[in-house]
Protein backbone atom coordinates (compact mmCIF):
# COMPACT_ATOMS: atom_id res chain seq x y z
CA UNK A 1 0.00 0.00 0.00
CA UNK A 2 2.09 2.84 -1.28
CA UNK A 3 0.23 6.17 -0.42
CA UNK A 4 0.38 9.85 -2.52
CA UNK A 5 2.40 10.96 0.72
CA UNK A 6 5.34 7.88 0.18
CA UNK A 7 5.43 9.10 -3.93
CA UNK A 8 5.40 12.49 -3.30
CA UNK A 9 8.14 12.78 -0.73
CA UNK A 10 10.29 10.26 -3.16
CA UNK A 11 9.64 12.16 -6.72
CA UNK A 12 10.70 15.27 -4.68
CA UNK A 13 13.48 14.11 -3.06
CA UNK A 14 14.71 12.65 -6.41
CA UNK A 15 13.86 15.54 -8.35
CA UNK A 16 16.79 17.26 -6.65
CA UNK A 17 19.10 14.58 -5.91
CA UNK A 18 19.36 13.92 -9.14
CA UNK A 19 19.54 17.26 -10.60
CA UNK A 20 16.48 17.49 -12.77
CA UNK A 21 16.61 20.82 -14.50
CA UNK A 22 14.81 23.12 -16.90
CA UNK A 23 14.46 21.56 -20.49
CA UNK A 24 15.34 18.16 -18.83
CA UNK A 25 13.78 15.56 -21.65
CA UNK A 26 13.40 11.95 -20.53
CA UNK A 27 13.78 8.83 -23.00
CA UNK A 28 10.72 6.96 -21.33
CA UNK A 29 11.49 3.31 -22.89
CA UNK A 30 10.33 1.24 -19.46
CA UNK A 31 7.11 -0.70 -18.97
CA UNK A 32 4.61 1.06 -16.86
CA UNK A 33 3.32 -2.03 -14.94
CA UNK A 34 6.41 -2.17 -12.51
CA UNK A 35 7.66 1.28 -10.08
CA UNK A 36 10.76 1.68 -12.16
CA UNK A 37 8.64 3.40 -14.93
CA UNK A 38 5.63 3.95 -13.53
CA UNK A 39 6.70 6.21 -10.60
CA UNK A 40 10.57 6.62 -10.67
CA UNK A 41 11.05 7.79 -14.71
CA UNK A 42 7.58 9.52 -14.61
CA UNK A 43 7.26 11.04 -12.09
CA UNK A 44 10.44 12.75 -11.93
CA UNK A 45 9.45 14.20 -15.64
CA UNK A 46 6.12 14.82 -14.49
CA UNK A 47 7.22 16.76 -11.53
CA UNK A 48 10.03 18.63 -13.33
CA UNK A 49 7.37 19.28 -16.31
CA UNK A 50 9.58 17.60 -18.72
CA UNK A 51 8.84 16.63 -22.34
CA UNK A 52 9.02 12.79 -22.16
CA UNK A 53 9.90 10.46 -25.69
CA UNK A 54 7.69 7.88 -24.94
CA UNK A 55 7.89 3.88 -26.90
CA UNK A 56 5.47 1.33 -26.35
CA UNK A 57 8.11 -1.33 -25.79
CA UNK A 58 12.37 -1.47 -25.63
CA UNK A 59 13.60 -0.64 -28.92
CA UNK A 60 17.18 -0.23 -29.31
CA UNK A 61 17.95 1.36 -32.25
CA UNK A 62 14.83 3.80 -31.44
CA UNK A 63 16.17 4.67 -28.28
CA UNK A 64 19.67 5.76 -29.81
CA UNK A 65 18.30 7.80 -32.36
CA UNK A 66 16.28 9.63 -29.90
CA UNK A 67 19.63 10.09 -27.81
CA UNK A 68 20.64 13.76 -29.21
CA UNK A 69 16.80 15.09 -28.19
CA UNK A 70 17.05 14.02 -24.88
CA UNK A 71 19.32 14.43 -22.06
CA UNK A 72 17.90 11.99 -19.63
CA UNK A 73 17.61 7.93 -19.64
CA UNK A 74 16.78 5.56 -17.11
CA UNK A 75 16.89 1.17 -17.78
CA UNK A 76 17.58 -2.15 -16.28
CA UNK A 77 20.63 -3.34 -16.87
CA UNK A 78 19.67 -5.54 -20.12
CA UNK A 79 18.64 -2.38 -21.87
CA UNK A 80 21.98 -1.63 -21.36
CA UNK A 81 23.87 -4.47 -22.66
CA UNK A 82 21.27 -4.50 -25.78
CA UNK A 83 22.13 -0.96 -26.19
CA UNK A 84 25.92 -1.20 -26.17
CA UNK A 85 25.10 -3.79 -29.40
CA UNK A 86 23.70 -0.69 -31.70
CA UNK A 87 26.61 1.08 -33.45
CA UNK A 88 25.14 4.30 -33.50
CA UNK A 89 25.75 4.27 -29.81
CA UNK A 90 28.60 6.59 -29.75
CA UNK A 91 29.45 10.01 -28.12
CA UNK A 92 28.39 11.86 -30.59
CA UNK A 93 25.14 10.70 -30.41
CA UNK A 94 25.11 11.01 -26.41
CA UNK A 95 26.16 14.49 -26.80
CA UNK A 96 23.39 16.32 -24.83
CA UNK A 97 22.97 13.22 -22.61
CA UNK A 98 23.24 14.46 -19.00
CA UNK A 99 21.80 11.31 -16.84
CA UNK A 100 21.91 7.28 -17.70
CA UNK A 101 19.93 5.79 -14.71
CA UNK A 102 19.91 1.50 -13.58
CA UNK A 103 18.47 -0.30 -11.81
CA UNK A 104 15.92 -3.35 -11.06
CA UNK A 105 18.95 -5.48 -11.46
CA UNK A 106 22.14 -5.65 -10.75
CA UNK A 107 24.40 -4.13 -13.36
CA UNK A 108 27.76 -5.93 -14.29
CA UNK A 109 30.97 -4.26 -14.07
CA UNK A 110 31.95 -5.33 -17.63
CA UNK A 111 28.73 -2.96 -18.68
CA UNK A 112 29.28 -0.07 -16.52
CA UNK A 113 32.81 -0.10 -17.87
CA UNK A 114 32.35 -0.49 -21.37
CA UNK A 115 29.51 2.30 -21.47
CA UNK A 116 31.96 4.79 -19.97
CA UNK A 117 34.25 3.87 -22.85
CA UNK A 118 32.12 3.85 -25.72
CA UNK A 119 29.65 6.96 -24.51
CA UNK A 120 31.99 9.22 -21.88
CA UNK A 121 29.29 8.57 -19.66
CA UNK A 122 29.01 6.76 -16.27
CA UNK A 123 26.06 4.91 -15.36
CA UNK A 124 24.02 6.38 -11.96
CA UNK A 125 23.36 2.95 -10.08
CA UNK A 126 20.85 3.23 -7.32
CA UNK A 127 18.55 0.65 -5.49
CA UNK A 128 15.07 0.51 -4.61
CA UNK A 129 11.68 -1.93 -4.69
CA UNK A 130 8.19 -1.55 -5.02
CA UNK A 131 7.37 -1.06 -0.62
CA UNK A 132 10.06 1.75 -1.38
CA UNK A 133 10.18 3.14 -4.30
CA UNK A 134 13.99 4.56 -4.00
CA UNK A 135 16.25 3.71 -1.15
CA UNK A 136 20.16 4.40 -2.02
CA UNK A 137 21.52 6.34 -4.75
CA UNK A 138 25.65 6.97 -6.23
CA UNK A 139 25.50 10.53 -6.59
CA UNK A 140 24.63 12.52 -9.83
CA UNK A 141 26.55 15.69 -9.08
CA UNK A 142 29.98 15.95 -7.99
CA UNK A 143 31.24 17.06 -4.39
CA UNK A 144 33.01 20.15 -3.42
CA UNK A 145 36.20 19.99 -4.98
CA UNK A 146 35.89 17.11 -7.38
CA UNK A 147 35.36 17.02 -11.00
CA UNK A 148 33.14 14.48 -11.35
CA UNK A 149 30.47 12.56 -9.16
CA UNK A 150 32.06 9.55 -7.15
CA UNK A 151 29.98 6.64 -8.88
CA UNK A 152 31.13 3.20 -7.84
CA UNK A 153 30.84 0.30 -10.38
CA UNK A 154 28.80 -2.19 -8.31
CA UNK A 155 27.33 -0.02 -5.55
CA UNK A 156 24.42 1.47 -5.13
CA UNK A 157 25.38 4.51 -3.65
CA UNK A 158 24.73 5.63 -0.31
CA UNK A 159 21.49 6.56 1.46
CA UNK A 160 19.06 8.75 0.08
CA UNK A 161 18.17 12.45 2.16
CA UNK A 162 15.60 11.29 4.62
CA UNK A 163 16.25 7.60 4.02
CA UNK A 164 17.19 5.25 6.94
CA UNK A 165 19.17 2.51 5.45
CA UNK A 166 21.06 -0.19 7.53
CA UNK A 167 22.78 -3.51 7.73
CA UNK A 168 22.20 -5.72 10.29
CA UNK A 169 22.77 -9.60 11.87
CA UNK A 170 20.58 -11.82 12.67
CA UNK A 171 19.54 -11.19 16.11
CA UNK A 172 19.40 -7.24 14.81
CA UNK A 173 22.40 -5.38 15.04
CA UNK A 174 24.53 -3.51 13.03
CA UNK A 175 27.21 -5.22 11.53
CA UNK A 176 30.63 -3.21 11.02
CA UNK A 177 31.88 -1.47 7.60
CA UNK A 178 32.53 -4.44 4.95
CA UNK A 179 30.20 -7.35 6.47
CA UNK A 180 27.92 -8.75 5.17
CA UNK A 181 23.74 -8.78 6.61
CA UNK A 182 20.25 -7.62 6.58
CA UNK A 183 18.85 -4.61 4.52
CA UNK A 184 16.33 -3.03 6.90
CA UNK A 185 15.21 0.51 5.85
CA UNK A 186 12.60 3.01 6.86
CA UNK A 187 11.70 6.64 6.03
CA UNK A 188 8.53 9.00 4.21
CA UNK A 189 8.57 6.85 0.97
CA UNK A 190 8.30 3.05 2.62
CA UNK A 191 4.38 1.47 2.40
CA UNK A 192 2.33 1.16 4.76
CA UNK A 193 1.86 -2.53 4.65
CA UNK A 194 0.50 -5.07 2.30
CA UNK A 195 -3.37 -4.81 1.26
CA UNK A 196 -5.28 -6.80 3.49
CA UNK A 197 -2.36 -8.69 4.94
CA UNK A 198 -2.14 -7.80 8.44
CA UNK A 199 -0.14 -10.90 9.31
CA UNK A 200 2.33 -10.66 6.78
CA UNK A 201 2.80 -6.75 7.64
CA UNK A 202 3.50 -6.98 10.84
CA UNK A 203 6.61 -10.37 9.85
CA UNK A 204 8.01 -7.89 7.58
CA UNK A 205 8.50 -5.11 9.67
CA UNK A 206 10.58 -4.79 12.87
CA UNK A 207 10.94 -2.21 15.57
CA UNK A 208 13.91 -0.70 17.74
CA UNK A 209 14.56 0.28 20.80
CA UNK A 210 12.91 3.51 20.38
CA UNK A 211 9.99 2.40 18.54
CA UNK A 212 10.78 2.97 14.96
CA UNK A 213 9.50 0.62 11.78
CA UNK A 214 12.16 -0.67 9.70
CA UNK A 215 10.94 -2.93 6.82
CA UNK A 216 12.88 -5.67 6.37
CA UNK A 217 13.94 -5.59 2.86
CA UNK A 218 14.93 -9.63 2.17
CA UNK A 219 17.84 -8.15 0.32
CA UNK A 220 21.45 -9.27 1.59
CA UNK A 221 24.38 -6.54 1.50
CA UNK A 222 27.16 -4.50 2.86
CA UNK A 223 27.96 -1.12 3.49
CA UNK A 224 31.88 -0.07 2.83
CA UNK A 225 33.60 2.85 5.16
CA UNK A 226 32.21 5.22 2.88
CA UNK A 227 29.02 4.53 3.42
CA UNK A 228 28.18 2.64 -0.59
CA UNK A 229 25.80 -0.19 -0.20
CA UNK A 230 26.71 -3.38 -1.96
CA UNK A 231 23.72 -5.55 -2.84
CA UNK A 232 25.21 -9.38 -2.73
CA UNK A 233 21.90 -10.65 -3.02
CA UNK A 234 18.57 -11.79 -1.97
CA UNK A 235 18.09 -13.81 1.53
CA UNK A 236 16.26 -16.28 -0.37
CA UNK A 237 18.87 -16.83 -2.66
CA UNK A 238 21.33 -17.41 0.35
CA UNK A 239 22.97 -21.31 -0.21
CA UNK A 240 23.94 -22.76 2.86
CA UNK A 241 26.09 -25.93 2.17
CA UNK A 242 27.64 -27.87 4.39
CA UNK A 243 26.75 -25.37 7.64
CA UNK A 244 28.51 -23.17 5.69
CA UNK A 245 26.77 -19.48 4.17
CA UNK A 246 27.22 -18.88 0.58
CA UNK A 247 26.30 -15.47 -0.68
CA UNK A 248 25.88 -16.14 -5.44
CA UNK A 249 26.62 -12.91 -6.09
CA UNK A 250 29.88 -13.35 -4.17
CA UNK A 251 30.69 -16.41 -6.65
CA UNK A 252 29.37 -14.60 -9.94
CA UNK A 253 31.81 -12.11 -9.24
CA UNK A 254 34.41 -14.21 -9.59
CA UNK A 255 33.07 -16.32 -12.93
CA UNK A 256 31.81 -13.13 -14.76
CA UNK A 257 35.60 -11.76 -14.34
CA UNK A 258 37.08 -15.25 -16.14
CA UNK A 259 38.00 -14.64 -20.52
CA UNK A 260 35.18 -15.21 -22.46
CA UNK A 261 32.41 -15.10 -19.33
CA UNK A 262 29.49 -13.11 -20.21
CA UNK A 263 27.69 -13.66 -17.46
CA UNK A 264 26.77 -15.96 -14.38
CA UNK A 265 24.28 -17.31 -11.96
CA UNK A 266 24.76 -19.46 -8.69
CA UNK A 267 22.46 -21.57 -7.07
CA UNK A 268 21.84 -24.10 -4.43
CA UNK A 269 19.99 -27.00 -5.07
CA UNK A 270 19.21 -30.11 -2.86
CA UNK A 271 22.27 -32.40 -1.64
CA UNK A 272 21.98 -35.53 0.21
CA UNK A 273 25.45 -34.82 2.01
CA UNK A 274 25.90 -31.20 2.52
CA UNK A 275 21.80 -29.87 2.43
CA UNK A 276 22.55 -27.39 -0.27
CA UNK A 277 24.86 -27.76 -3.10
CA UNK A 278 26.51 -24.77 -4.94
CA UNK A 279 26.22 -25.35 -8.85
CA UNK A 280 26.34 -22.44 -11.89
CA UNK A 281 25.12 -21.69 -15.59
CA UNK A 282 27.59 -19.26 -17.19
CA UNK A 283 26.96 -17.66 -20.82
CA UNK A 284 29.86 -17.05 -23.03
CA UNK A 285 30.78 -14.40 -25.04
CA UNK A 286 29.55 -13.77 -28.48
CA UNK A 287 32.23 -16.11 -30.17
CA UNK A 288 33.66 -17.85 -27.14
CA UNK A 289 33.96 -21.18 -26.00
CA UNK A 290 33.87 -22.39 -22.53
CA UNK A 291 35.20 -25.24 -20.84
CA UNK A 292 32.59 -25.73 -17.35
CA UNK A 293 34.99 -27.46 -16.01
CA UNK A 294 37.85 -26.17 -15.99
CA UNK A 295 36.67 -22.72 -14.88
CA UNK A 296 35.86 -24.53 -11.68
CA UNK A 297 39.32 -26.45 -11.37
CA UNK A 298 40.53 -22.11 -11.73
CA UNK A 299 38.05 -20.96 -9.18
CA UNK A 300 39.66 -23.52 -6.64
CA UNK A 301 42.78 -21.20 -7.01
CA UNK A 302 40.64 -18.35 -6.01
CA UNK A 303 37.63 -18.87 -2.84
CA UNK A 304 37.58 -21.08 -0.45
CA UNK A 305 36.60 -24.72 -1.54
CA UNK A 306 32.90 -24.89 0.50
CA UNK A 307 32.26 -21.92 -2.21
CA UNK A 308 33.52 -23.68 -5.09
CA UNK A 309 30.69 -25.19 -7.49
CA UNK A 310 30.02 -28.83 -7.43
CA UNK A 311 28.82 -29.05 -10.84
CA UNK A 312 28.87 -25.74 -13.91
CA UNK A 313 27.17 -25.48 -16.72
CA UNK A 314 27.61 -23.77 -20.10
CA UNK A 315 24.04 -22.30 -21.41
CA UNK A 316 23.07 -20.30 -24.17
CA UNK A 317 21.02 -17.85 -21.82
CA UNK A 318 19.50 -17.37 -18.63
CA UNK A 319 16.19 -16.66 -18.04
CA UNK A 320 14.77 -13.36 -17.15
CA UNK A 321 11.61 -11.41 -16.31
CA UNK A 322 10.62 -8.35 -17.70
CA UNK A 323 12.53 -5.91 -15.74
CA UNK A 324 15.54 -7.83 -16.40
CA UNK A 325 16.32 -10.13 -13.38
CA UNK A 326 17.02 -13.39 -13.11
CA UNK A 327 14.85 -15.89 -12.46
CA UNK A 328 16.85 -18.27 -10.19
CA UNK A 329 13.76 -20.14 -9.17
CA UNK A 330 13.67 -21.63 -12.28
CA UNK A 331 17.19 -22.64 -12.38
CA UNK A 332 17.16 -24.54 -9.32
CA UNK A 333 13.44 -25.88 -10.31
CA UNK A 334 15.62 -27.18 -13.40
CA UNK A 335 18.21 -28.86 -11.50
CA UNK A 336 16.67 -30.23 -8.56
CA UNK A 337 17.57 -33.58 -8.87
CA UNK A 338 20.65 -33.32 -9.85
CA UNK A 339 22.90 -34.59 -6.78
CA UNK A 340 19.57 -36.27 -5.30
CA UNK A 341 18.23 -38.18 -8.95
Not at 39 to 63: E, I, Q, Y
Not at 145 to 151: D, S
Amino acid sequence: MLSHGNLLSNAQMLKDFWDWREGDVLIHALPIFHVHGLFVASHGALLNGSKMLWLSKFDPKAVVERLPRASVFMGVPTLYVRLLQEVGLTREACRNMRLFISGSAPLLIETFRDWQARTGHTILERYGMSETIMLTSNPCRAEAGEHEPRRLGGTVGPALPGVGVRVVDDAGAAVAADEIGHVQVRGPNVFGGYWRMPEKTAEEFTADASGERWFRTGDVGRFDAQGYLTIVGRSKDLIITGGYNVYPAEIEGWLNDMPGVAESAVVGVPHPDFGEGVIALIVPKVGATLDADALVVQLKTQIAGYKVPKRAFVVAELPRNAMGKVQKNLLRDAHRALFTG
